[in-house]
C-alpha cells in the first residue's frame, strides 16, 4: 500500500495546484480513527498532527502538503488545533 508523502511547497507550487479554491477542514486536539476512499491531497494552514498507520508515524505542520492515498487507514493525533484545505481525486 501506498503511503502518506509530506513536502513542503514553495508559492509558485500553491498556486499552480489551486489551493485557494480547495475545501477547508479544522479540528481541534484530539485522538480519532480515518479511513481514506479516495486518494486526497491536503495543504496545512496551522497546527500540528501525528498520523499513525500500521508501518509507523508521519508528523505534519503548518506549511506541508500532505498526500494521503486511497485505502489508507490510521490515526489522526491532533496536537494543535489544525486548518487545512483539501481536494479529493477519483
Known amino acids: ?16 495546484l489551486g489551493v485557494n479554491n ?6 481541534e486536539p484530539s485522538t480519532f480513527e480515518w ?11 496551522e497546527g500540528k498532527v501525528v498520523i499513525k ?8 505542520n503548518k506549511g506541508d502538503i500532505v498526500h494521503f492515498p486511497k485505502g489508507l487507514k490510521c490515526t489522526w493525533q491532533v496536537l494543535e ?10
Not at 35 to 45: K, W
Not at 53 to 60: A, Q, S
Not at 82 to 90: A, C, D, G, S
Request: net charge negative.
Open 1 to 16: 500500500m501506498a503511503e502518506i508523502e509530506v513536502k513542503r511547497p514553495n508559492e509558485d507550487e500553491l498556486n499552480s
Open 22 to 27: 480547495w475545501s477547508r477542514w479544522e479540528c
Open 35 to 45: 479511513e481514506y476512499f479516495s486518494d486526497e491531497t491536503a495543504y496545512v494552514l
Open 53 to 60: 498507520t500500521p508501518t509507523g508515524e508521519v508528523e505534519i
Open 81 to 90: 488545533k489544525i486548518q487545512k484545505v483539501y481536494r479529493l481525486e477519483e
